[in-house]
């Protein structure tokens, strides 16, 4: 917790703040969707984005890193009331952060951030059935307050101020450039370099092929291999719908025949991994010739979907080991020396720079700090209700997507929840709701069966979820839409109270 918060906070009385029916936290893709929905479905409540970042597009935004693309279709990543009109359907990063910004100027979003605004402490009162937010704007200001009836934390779970970076021995002796891809610089020069990529997930799979148009060669050395599979980078049939078949048919069509097509491929792959295994690592094969050493550079020990799967545009990582502009290394470092890398093997691998593609640290809610009723709610204690709001918290809600499919298919069925939920309370009068868990007979999972190094880094702060719902993390789109659009709003694990009828009264009470 930030100890100058109390000094320098305004002495405002609660009356006098600012307030909100709702405050949205974040500007990125689930951000901008819960605003429009919010405008859409509740339209005439007041509400706002805090963006702690001075540009809208959250990771889109921030990741500049060469080559950088969404890794599923903008069918589903792109938002269904305003759907990807481009055939590329494998987007790069400047066009996806364009198109998150051209929404929010075409709905009126933009006019509602307030950017350099982070928020470093809620607190619920719950005699108020009201948030009071401190807000730090810029890292020099004071603290300033608004309060809101609902909090809407749509941040993302991971850190921006800093990336996961290995303590590798002797690495201050390196004498070349040492690179991390969240903080891309703008002067990295490494055309004719020779380049050292460390990592094996999805942004190791989109630097090395990038970097490989110009650099002299690059290396993509691995402690462990992934699974890697080869789609088109663009669609032709969305081109061919558009001009051919009715607007509403060729709106919903693409977006459901990946909905439908990604939630079948993940099923099976879950019920036969090894089928699924062999599938995988054959198309591979193919794609670089009977040969190549697949087993050891591209054959994970562990399931397809224990860790997630990276994806290949057009093929572009294996076109350019084919053309000998990049080599698979699979080995264990022992120490960077002054010219590169020497592995456990004994080999060495001469970089003039080396990025460091290992990963991310987990971070919810931004790092603020949760208090209700002015004790703090720690995150690694709650179990996380329906997929979006957390046990024993009142009127929060948060957007956490899939990692098995497209971040704003879960972002927009949660955003759609919200507002069927704010608008039950108003009906009712209720002022607040809270998820309890009272089942004796749920027990605590992990929140994401995943064995990637940045979920098993991060397993003492993130919450739970249950063994059954509805607090059962699901990673399936189809069931989650049932769930959300009929399933019961009062469910036995949703706690409502009433309130009076002024501003702190609930969702529909807020002045405007």
């Given amino acids: 917790m930030d100890t100058n918060i109390e000094t320098e906070r305004y002495?405002?009385?609660?009356?006098?703040l600012e307030h909100f029916d709702v405050v949205i936290v974040g500007a990125g893709l689930s951000g901008v969707d819960a605003a429009y929905r919010l405008k859409t479905r509740r339209s005439g409540k007041r509400f706002c984005i805090l963006e702690a970042r001075d540009a809208i597009g959250g990771t889109w935004d921030l990741f500049r890193f060469p080559g950088i693309r969404s890794d599923s279709a903008m069918h589903t990543l792109g938002f269904p009331f305003r759907p990807w009109q481009d055939e590329k359907v494998i987007a790069d990063g400047a066009s996806i952060r364009s198109y998150i910004q051209e929404t929010a100027e075409y709905y009126g979003i933009d006019r509602e951030i307030r950017f350099g605004s982070r928020v470093v402490r809620a607190s619920w009162s719950s005699a108020e059935a009201l948030w009071t937010l401190d807000i730090r704007s810029g890292e020099s200001s004071g603290i300033s307050q608004i309060s809101c009836v609902f909090l809407y934390l749509c941040s993302g779970y991971y850190e921006y101020a800093r990336g996961y970076?290995?303590?590798?021995p002797g690495v201050k002796s390196f004498s070349g450039r040492l690179v991390h891809p969240q903080f891309w610089p703008q002067d990295l020069d490494y055309d004719g370099r020779r380049v050292v990529v460390i990592g094996s997930g999805a942004t190791a799979v989109t630097l090395v092929p990038a970097m490989a148009k110009t650099a002299a060669h690059v290396t993509m050395l691995q402690r462990s291999p992934s699974y890697v599979v080869s789609r088109p980078a663009s669609d032709s049939g969305m081109g061919w719908f558009r001009r051919n078949a009715p607007e509403w048919l060729a709106k919903g069509f693409l977006r459901w025949m990946d909905v439908i097509v990604g939630s079948l491929t993940y099923s099976l792959a879950?019920?036969?991994p090894k089928q699924a295994k062999h599938a995988i690592v054959s198309g591979v094969r193919k794609a670089l010739g009977p040969d190549y050493d697949v087993e050891t550079h591209f054959s994970p020990s562990y399931d397809p979907w224990d860790q997630r799967v990276c994806l290949a545009p057009d093929g572009d990582l294996f076109s350019a080991i084919r053309a000998g502009q990049v080599s698979m290394v699979t080995d264990t470092i022992e120490t960077f020396t002054g010219t590169g890398i020497r592995l456990i093997s004994g080999r060495e691998i001469l970089a003039d720079i080396v990025v460091v593609a290992t990963g991310l640290n987990m971070k919810l809610?931004?790092?603020?700090?949760?208090?209700?009723?002015?004790?703090?709610?720690e995150l690694a204690e709650?179990?996380?209700?329906?997929?979006?709001?957390?046990?024993d918290v009142p009127n929060l809600a948060l957007a956490f997507g899939y990692i098995n499919a497209s971040w704003t298919l879960k972002c927009d069925l949660t955003a759609r929840a919200v507002c069927r939920l704010l608008t039950h309370m108003e009906r009712c009068g209720y002022a607040s709701c809270t998820p309890r868990l009272r089942d004796s007979s749920v027990t605590k999972k992990p929140l994401l069966n995943f064995t990637s190094g940045y979920v098993r880094r991060a397993q003492a702060v993130l919450p739970h979820q249950g063994s059954k719902g509805p607090w059962r993390v699901r990673q399936n789109y189809l069931l989650d839409l049932i769930s959300h659009r009929i399933g019961p709003i009062e469910d036995g694990a949703l706690?409502?109270?009433?309130?009076?009828?002024?501003r702190r009264s609930g969702p529909g009470k807020g002045r405007n």
């Fill in 382 to 391: 709650k179990t996380v209700y329906k997929g979006m709001m957390l046990s």
């Fill in 495 to 502: 706690e409502f109270a009433a309130g009076s009828c002024d």
């Fill in 270 to 272: 879950r019920r036969l």
């Fill in 11 to 16: 002495m405002s009385s609660k009356q006098d």
């Fill in 365 to 377: 809610a931004g790092g603020m700090d949760i208090l209700v009723d002015g004790v703090r709610a």
């Fill in 165 to 168: 970076m290995p303590d590798f």
